[in-house]
């Protein structure tokens, strides 16, 4: 049909562009959204942002208050307790078989991203600071081999990041992650699984304690 594939190209754009803001907090918890404002925001129909919007409360990011508008949903206790669990599982899943993966490159390539956080952090950029937090707990993963890992590391991503992101504001501190980050990484250069396993989970605690609190 004509103009489905521009539909769905539209329908897409604002779920994405909605949903980003949700994950760095431009549109906070209790954030009320409307069709029309939205649509002309974007440049769209009112029709494919009333499908973005119905997709994203399908996804569990808004709620669809019909002739009011739609309302970011906070998380829950139970949904943040989820996706710190499902952190720790594939992150520690990650570290536990990196055994003779973790090259020189690997390590390379972890400590260049600490250092993008480290940066982020000098000028309390949070939105930079969790990017970096996410390509190094999806390169702590990667290091693994196991390509199913990664994806689902990868599509639970954007759950990961706005837990993470209100972890961080919440908590007000950057430096005690980035030390935790580098003594990560420092323990897989040693060669230290355990140790580094350890750390992550602490960290993550860290996280939870911040969020319940």
Same mark, same amino acid.
């Given at each position: 049909?004509?103009?489905?594939?521009?539909?769905?190209?539209? !329908?897409?754009?604002?779920?994405?562009?909605?949903?980003?803001?949700? +994950?760095?907090?431009?549109?906070?918890?209790?954030?009320?959204?409307? =069709?029309?404002? %939205? &649509?002309? +925001?974007?440049?769209?129909?009112? $029709?494919?942002? !009333?499908?973005?919007?119905?997709? %994203?409360?399908?996804?569990?990011?808004?709620?669809?208050?019909?002739?009011?508008?739609?309302?970011?949903?906070?998380?829950?206790?139970?949904?943040?307790? *989820?996706?710190? @669990? %499902?952190?720790?599982?594939?992150?520690?899943?990650?570290?536990?078989? $990196? &055994?003779?993966?973790?090259?020189?490159?690997?390590?390379?390539?972890?400590?260049?991203?600490?250092?993008?956080?480290?940066?982020? $952090? #000098?000028?309390?950029?949070?939105?930079?600071?969790?990017?970096?937090?996410? @390509?190094?707990?999806? &390169?702590?993963?990667?290091?693994?081999?196991?390509?199913?890992?990664?994806?689902?590391? *990868?599509? %639970?991503?954007?759950?990961?990041?706005?837990? &993470?992101? =209100?972890?961080?504001?919440?908590?007000?501190?950057?430096? $005690?992650?980035?030390? =935790?980050?580098?003594?990560?990484? =420092?323990?897989?250069?040693?060669?230290?699984?355990?140790?580094?396993?350890?750390?992550?989970?602490?960290?993550?605690?860290?996280?939870? #304690?911040?969020?319940?609190?």
């Amino acid at each position: 049909m004509p103009g489905t594939e521009r539909d769905i190209s539209s !329908r897409l754009k604002v779920y994405r562009y909605v949903k980003d803001g949700i +994950i760095s907090r431009e549109l906070p918890p209790g954030a009320m959204i409307h =069709e029309r404002d %939205l &649509a002309q +925001i974007i440049g769209v129909s009112r $029709s494919p942002v !009333r499908e973005a919007l119905q997709s %994203l409360q399908d996804d569990g990011w808004l709620t669809v208050m019909p002739r009011k508008g739609s309302v970011v949903r906070p998380l829950s206790r139970v949904e943040i307790e *989820e996706v710190l @669990q %499902l952190r720790i599982i594939i992150g520690a899943a990650g570290i536990q078989l $990196s &055994a003779g993966r973790v090259s020189a490159g690997a390590l390379a390539h972890l400590k260049g991203i600490i250092a993008r956080q480290e940066i982020a $952090s #000098q000028v309390a950029d949070y939105t930079r600071f969790i990017d970096a937090d996410m @390509q190094l707990h999806i &390169a702590l993963v990667q290091l693994a081999g196991n390509s199913r890992l990664s994806r689902m590391a *990868e599509d %639970l991503l954007d759950n990961f990041r706005r837990v &993470a992101l =209100e972890a961080v504001a919440g908590r007000g501190d950057l430096a $005690s992650p980035l030390a =935790e980050h580098r003594a990560i990484v =420092e323990a897989l250069e040693r060669d230290d699984r355990l140790t580094a396993e350890k750390i992550l989970i602490e960290h993550i605690e860290s996280a939870r #304690q911040s969020l319940v609190a």
